[in-house]
């Protein structure tokens, strides 16, 4: 009885320190930045018209909203927080 009581706490601190913490404002953050990293690379191989330039500004104004809580964020801290999108 208190091999398999030690057993399922031993899993089970296993299982929760495997977990990575979502932060789902800093997933949407990720999000933001991919979504305008693709529209400007859309934008490099021709003209640009109002219309792109537009939803351009539009990406860029998003990003910076839903980022800015993590402006002065450490590298390794932002690291940790993105594994947790994945």
Not at 16 to 29: N, P, W
Request: net charge positive.
């Amino acid at each position: 009885m208190k091999k398999s009581t030690f057993l399922v706490g031993v899993l089970s601190l296993v299982v929760l320190s495997s977990c990575k913490e979502k932060d789902q404002r800093f997933c949407d953050c990720l999000n933001a930045g991919e979504e305008l990293n693709a529209f400007s690379s859309k934008m490099m191989t021709g003209e640009v018209t109002k219309e792109q330039d537009a939803k351009l500004q539009q990406l860029m104004r998003k990003k910076a909203q839903v980022c800015a809580p993590y402006q002065k964020m450490k590298g390794p801290e932002m690291l940790k927080k993105k594994e947790g999108c994945e």
